[in-house]
C-alpha cells in the first residue's frame, strides 16, 4: 500500500468506501450487511487501508454502525471519515449530528468530517462556523467538503479558518473533470482530492456492455449506463483493455491506477465481496507509463466531451 500524507493525516491511496453497507439503493441484502460488510472491513485493515469513508446518510445511520462495530478494537491507525447534511448551519444542528455519528461509529472524534455537498441557501462562511467549534472542541479532527466546486472549496476555507484538507468529488476517467480544476489547486495548496465512484460505478470495469443487460440496483438511473454512453465509452474502455493486458491487470485496477497517480488523489471504490476489495488495494502497487497515462487522459477528455453534446 502506498498513503499520501496530509495535515497529520496518513491516507491509503485507496480507501473503502462504504456507502452499499446497509444502504438499499444497492440490493446486496441483509447478508452482505452483517457478514460480507464486516469482513471486507477487516480484511481492508489487514491489507493497509487507513481510509474508511462513511455517511450519516447512509443507511441512514447504519453504514456508520458496520463500519463501528467492525473497526472495534481497531481503531489504531485508522482515518475514519464521515460527513454531515449541511440542512441548518447551527450549532445545536451540527453539534446533534456530530454526535450521533460519534455514537453510531463508537469513536471519541472523527478524523475527517465532511459537509456532504454544499446547501444552496447558505454561504460557505455559514456553514463551517458550526464545523469550527465542533473542530476547536475536538470532537473531530479534520474538515473536508464533498461535491464542492473549486470556488466554494476556498470560500468553505476563508470561513472555517482552518485547512479544509480535502474534497469527495465524483472522479474517474469517466468523470474526469476534477483532473483539470480541483487537482491543480490540491497540489499547490497541499490538499487531497478524494475520488468516489472511481470506476464509473462499475463502467469502467468493462463488464457493462452495449446491447447487455441494464443494472437493476441504483446504477439503473446512471446515464452512463445508457446506450448512447456505453456506445461512446468504447474507446476509453479499449484503453483501459490495452494497459490491462499490458500490466497483466484488470481495467478497474488501471482505473484506479490512473487515479492515484495524480499524487495528491486517493481513491474510495465500494466492492461487493472480499475478492473485489484485494482487487481494488493491488492497484496500488501498479504503476502505468507517461504515455499509458496520457492516452488515458485523452480518451476520458474525449468521452467527456462527447458526453456532454
Known amino acids: 500500500?502506498?498513503?499520501?500524507?496530509?495535515?497529520?493525516?496518513?491516507?491509503?491511496?485507496?480507501?473503502?468506501?462504504?456507502?452499499?453497507?446497509?444502504?438499499?439503493?444497492?440490493?446486496?441484502?441483509?447478508?452482505?450487511?452483517?457478514?460480507?460488510?464486516?469482513?471486507?472491513?477487516?480484511?481492508?485493515?489487514?491489507?493497509?487501508?487507513?481510509?474508511?469513508?462513511?455517511?450519516e446518510i447512509y443507511g441512514p445511520g447504519r453504514s456508520e454502525r458496520i463500519v463501528g462495530e467492525a473497526i472495534a478494537g481497531r481503531r489504531d491507525g485508522l482515518v475514519i471519515a464521515s460527513k454531515l447534511v449541511p440542512v441548518l448551519p447551527l450549532p445545536s444542528i451540527v453539534g446533534w449530528q456530530v454526535r450521533g455519528s460519534l455514537r453510531r461509529l463508537g469513536v471519541d472524534a472523527i478524523d475527517l468530517y465532511q459537509v456532504h455537498f454544499p446547501n444552496p441557501f447558505v454561504s460557505a462562511r455559514s456553514t463551517m462556523a458550526p464545523l469550527r467549534t465542533i473542530l476547536e472542541e475536538g470532537l473531530v479532527r479534520h474538515v473536508g467538503v464533498s461535491n464542492h466546486s473549486l470556488g466554494r472549496w476556498r470560500a468553505a476555507e476563508r470561513g472555517l479558518g482552518h485547512p479544509v484538507l480535502t474534497n469527495q468529488v465524483r472522479f474517474s476517467l469517466a468523470a474526469p473533470l476534477p483532473h483539470w480544476e480541483l487537482v491543480p489547486y490540491a497540489k499547490e495548496e497541499k490538499r487531497v482530492v478524494i475520488a468516489y465512484s472511481p470506476l464509473g460505478q462499475g463502467l469502467l470495469s468493462g463488464g457493462h456492455k452495449l446491447g447487455g443487460p441494464a443494472p437493476t440496483d441504483i446504477r439503473g438511473r446512471n446515464r452512463l449506463f445508457g446506450p448512447r454512453s456505453l456506445r461512446l465509452s468504447e474507446p476509453l474502455l479499449a484503453a483501459l483493455s490495452d494497459a490491462a493486458a499490458a500490466h497483466d491487470a484488470t481495467p478497474a485496477q488501471v482505473a484506479l491506477a490512473w487515479l492515484i497517480a495524480h499524487g495528491n488523489v486517493v481513491a474510495i471504490p465500494g466492492a461487493h465481496s472480499v475478492a473485489q476489495l484485494e482487487e481494488n488495494v493491488a492497484a496500488a502497487d501498479l504503476e502505468l507509463s507517461g504515455t499509458e497515462l496520457d492516452r488515458l487522459t485523452a480518451a476520458a477528455a474525449r468521452f467527456e466531451l462527447a458526453s456532454s453534446r
Not at 21 to 35: I, L, M, N, P, V
Open 1 to 55: 500500500m502506498r498513503y499520501v500524507e496530509v495535515g497529520g493525516l496518513r491516507l491509503s491511496v485507496i480507501g473503502l468506501g462504504t456507502w452499499q453497507f446497509g444502504s438499499r439503493e444497492w440490493r446486496y441484502g441483509e447478508t452482505y450487511a452483517s457478514d460480507t460488510a464486516p469482513a471486507i472491513v477487516h480484511r481492508a485493515i489487514e491489507l493497509g487501508v487507513t481510509l474508511i469513508d462513511t455517511a
